[in-house]
């Protein structure tokens, strides 16, 4: 094996480490990210330098963009040649560039993402600006290396005249960099160019006071100074892109949205598509029809309403929902001293002026040789027609040119450059005009010689220069600011009306937590009964509201968690149909269970709270505000001890009484004052004493003397007595006896304890469930009147061994 075939060891990572950082490299310095100085990336440097070779000038007609695309692939870019010409479109689409660098001619494409059509269709050529980018560069004034196979020399950078890498921006992506820096306005950045040549120590907000900010080719309204502010110091930051948009009024009473500038690269077709569907999806109620409009006048984008519909709340909707407004984060990345760096406004500036102050100074130098050597010439040329006699005898005794040229030098002390120039004189140039033009050109020559030597010898006149020919440039090519600046990001609130059809409707809940919506049209054609609920076999109406779509139900449950559930996110059913369970609707765990369902139409409520009762005897209030939430899922209500749950949740004006019901029939009834308001994820206080394995089965809210409290235990037997025999108390304390458990093998027996209690002023149905799955009623009214501590009738008949499980109310709109 010869040495040259001999295999050296090689650590994977080390060399995939290698290739990579090679590869890196270039991507970085050649693909994506562009020069600080030109402000523009190899592949659009080598396509306006092919153009400007090949004289594809603004002066002449346009030419095949197939022929630049393959002078540029085949003389500098040994790529694709769709990225060439990718690279060439977006320079001639004026919707991504401040000002188009490629004068196209044909289909470029649309701000809709219409692709441009193929390069064997399309022309073009430079268009006027795009000259200033390659002015002097015939002058020395950039540095050149050989291309990619050492036949052809290519510049490393253009003398870019103005300040394009602002002007026109940059987007691109390479390995572990990105670029991100948006387009300005000409007059402004060249303003700033020339305050900052005046002075150098300038502070960013004295440069703001110029550069406003971004000035996008589309238009829109900026938002976010901060976040401007924030990226010309540091090269990062954030504003929002706002459309351009109008509310017009119709005749009829309706109104439409007129939209004529919209975000710098949202797609137009899309964001007509994205809002058409808005309709579609019935997201909004209240959009007749999306048009696009525009055409030669501009861009126009129609969005009639129906009548009496919310313009400005679908206008928030829609700018919240489509890219009618969208975020733009700056990342100002561009290659300084061939590595990527993250620029501020006032680096990139210096970075610019400073390649001015070259081009300028070797376009200078390049003058000042060129203009010297001419006036070396001139000199020559006077002095020989000063003594021409004498030069012409000198050239005919001559034997050749050659002898000439050094009789010439060794005579009259003429060098070999004038020597030369003099052989080279034409006979007419003898002529008394043509001396007094040779004179003439030499004291002009000799002037510029003089001027360009001051500029180099000057820095203030050399400075002096660069801003006069900036002036130049945006006076000739400077346009009006086209977006909008504004210091602050105007909030978008979409009100609820604005996304749900107000309207009144009818929720219902049952016992195995069954739930649906149900129209007032539908309640109504069924008959108008309350008790005629649709239910599946075996289940019964537990809770019966009346309440609008843009009402909000708070759910609880026993664990203490809770959730908000928007009226119009319940499903909507007929009024005789089952619904559908409440666990499709909300996250409900499946080891908890709803125990209070309270509906709100507005929690900026001071004077309401909500009242929490746990089977333990806890007690807490808590204002209603507090319970307002943005968020979907569970949410801590009230903290539930180990062992306990939470039993009801009760809306109050913390201006009634609290009756708390033991299942050993204690009761305790104090002033809901007495409940000092906590925090939402808060325990609460001791309501009433307990007893061990006693607990409490009903809570309610009364007021005054009036009404009765009815008691049912668990075999049936119940009681009605007088809420003025529930004296009131302290919070906390034992309570009063409400109900006499018979004892004994003779007696009767009345029940071991209580399942529910229930406090009416007028007659009400109460529902018990037994053990046995039967289903008994009894009307408040029909209970027997007797004393609290009375041992009560039977109410229900049941048969042995069974019992109640469960009593309830149905919670009923209130008849009127």
Known sequence: MSVSEQFKPAFLEDVVGDRFGRYSKYIIQDRAIPDVRDGLKPVQRRILYAMYESNNTPDKPYRKSAKTVGDVMGNYHPHGDSSIYDGMVRMAQPWKMGHVLV????????????????????????????????????????????????????????????????????????????????????????????????????????????????????????????????????????????????????????????????????????????????????????????????????????????????????????????????????????????????????????????????????????????????????????????????????????????????????????????????????????????????????????????????????????LNVIKKELAEIRDRYGIDRRSDVQGEVEEIKVNLEVLVNAEDVIVTYSHDGYVKRASQMSFTRSGGDWDASGVKEGDHIRIIYEVNTLDKLLIFTQRGQYFLLPVHQIPEFKWKDNGTAIVNVIGLAKEDRVVAVIPVKNFDQAEQSLLFVTRKGQVKRTMLKDYETNRSAAVVACKVQEGDELLTVLSSTSTDELLLVTKDAMAIRFQEAEINPMGRAAGGVRGIQLKDEDEIVAAMLVAGDEGEVTVISDIGWSKRSLLLDYPTQGRGGKGIQTFEFKEGKRVKPNGSKLVGAFYSREAYTITMLTSQHEVHHLITEHASLMDRKSIGKSAVTLDKGETIVEAFAVTKPVQT
């Open 103 to 462: 004068d196209g001619h044909g289909n470029w494409g649309s701000i809709d993402d219409d692709p441009a059509a193929a390069m064997r269709y399309t022309e073009a050529r430079l268009s006027p600006i795009a000259m200033e980018l390659l002015r002097d560069i015939e002058k020395d004034t950039v540095q050149f290396r050989p291309n990619f196979d050492n036949t052809e020399e290519e510049p490393s950078v253009l003398p870019s005249r103005f300040p394009n890498l602002l002007v026109n921006g940059v987007s691109g992506i390479s390995s572990g960099f990105a670029t991100e820096i948006p387009p300005h306005n000409l007059r402004e950045v060249i303003d700033a160019c020339i305050a900052y040549i005046d002075k150098p120590g300038m502070e960013l907000e004295e440069i703001m006071s110029i550069v406003k900010g971004p000035d996008f080719p589309t238009g829109g309204i900026i938002m976010g100074e901060s976040g401007i502010q924030e990226a010309y110091r540091t090269g990062k930051g954030r504003i929002y892109l706002r459309s351009k948009t109008e509310i017009e009024d119709l005749r009829g009473g309706k109104q439409q949205i007129v939209i004529t500038e919209i975000p710098y690269q949202v797609v137009k077709s899309r964001l007509v598509t994205a809002m058409d569907n808005v309709r579609l999806e019935k997201k909004v109620d209240g959009i007749a029809e999306v048009r696009d409009e525009s055409g030669r006048d501009g861009l126009r984008i129609v969005v009639e309403l129906k009548k009496e519909a919310d313009a400005q709340g679908i206008l928030n909707y829609l700018l919240k929902k489509t890219d009618l407004q969208v975020t733009y984060n700056f990342n100002m990345v561009a290659i300084v001293n061939k590595a990527p760096s993250q620029l501020g406004l006032l680096p990139m500036l210096k970075a610019y002026v400073d390649h001015q102050r070259e081009i300028v100074t070797l376009r200078t130098r390049y003058d000042l040789n060129k203009a010297s050597d001419r006036s070396h010439v001139l000199e020559g040329l006077v002095k020989a027609l000063d003594v021409l006699d004498e030069v012409i005898a000198t050239i005919k005794a001559s034997k050749n040119r050659q002898d000439a040229q050094v009789n010439l030098m060794n005579q009259f002390g003429f060098t070999e450059r004038q020597a030369d120039a003099i052989l080279a004189l034409q006979l007419y140039r003898l002529t008394n005009l043509e001396l007094t033009a040779l004179v003439k050109e030499l004291n002009e020559i000799q002037k510029k010689v003089a001027e360009y030597q001051s500029i180099l010898n000057s820095e203030r006149k050399l």
